[in-house]
């Protein structure tokens, strides 16, 4: 069965970080996640959460200076921001093959301009401005078939933090005092 992609929306950075921890309950050892989004999107926020979700205790921080930071956790977490590289071969240099091999979990931010590097077996997340300052629009595909599998649990973990928010119901019509009538 294949399933189209999961969509999520987060309206505060801490609540991007709550629904990526909610993701991270499904990691498994050598699991990959792209991180897609402008600068400003949030990446780095789910990462902290995501983090948070695999047993990282320590403060996850911004790798980009750094480009690879790794922290032990429930499931240790690898944490690449690929913005700084100019080629896929840096990334080759960075040792992305040793860390893929790893049964550590991998998080690389801005992921997809080094796709031709990974294996096809990966969640990529892709993060969007929505139309209020703090909201985030998130968007959960599954590439190859360990995420396609886990689509449905997916769904069922980002069931706090919908796409759409729920209608609002309109407010019941107030009932104006009749002139002349008493108040009470
Ligand atoms: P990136 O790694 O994609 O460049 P960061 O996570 O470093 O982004 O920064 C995101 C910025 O957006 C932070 O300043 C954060 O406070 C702000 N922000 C506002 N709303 C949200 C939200 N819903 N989710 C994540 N970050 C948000
Ligand atoms: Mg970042």
């Known amino acids: 069965m294949t399933t189209g ?14 629904l990526a921890a909610a ?5 498994r050892p050598c699991d990959l996640v792209l991180l897609v989004g402008d600068l400003g999107a949030g990446k780095t926020a789910f990462t902290q959460g995501f983090g948070r979700g695999l047993g990282v205790d320590d403060q996850i921080t911004s790798p980009t200076f750094a480009l690879v930071q790794s922290y032990t956790g429930r499931l240790d977490l690898y944490h690449l921001d690929v913005y700084r ?15 893929l091999d790893d049964e550590a979990v991998t998080v690389i931010e801005w992921g997809d301009k080094i796709t031709q590097a990974l294996p096809r077996d990966y969640l990529e997340v892709t993060i969007s401005f929505g139309p209020a300052e703090d909201d985030r629009l998130f968007e959960l595909r599954p ?6 599998a886990r689509m449905r649990a997916l769904t069922v973990a980002l ?26």
Do not use: Y
């Open 5 to 18: 992609p999961v969509q999520a929306r987060s309206s505060s950075p801490d609540q991007t970080r709550d």
């Open 23 to 27: 993701i991270a309950e499904l990691a």
């Open 85 to 99: 590289l100019e080629q896929v071969n840096e990334a080759l240099d960075l040792g992305l093959s040793e860390i």
């Open 143 to 148: 590439v190859g078939s360990s995420w396609q």
């Open 159 to 184: 069931t706090d933090w919908p796409a759409t928010p729920p209608e609002s119901t309109p407010p019941e019509p107030t009932q104006q005092p009749v002139p002349g009538e008493p108040q009470c």
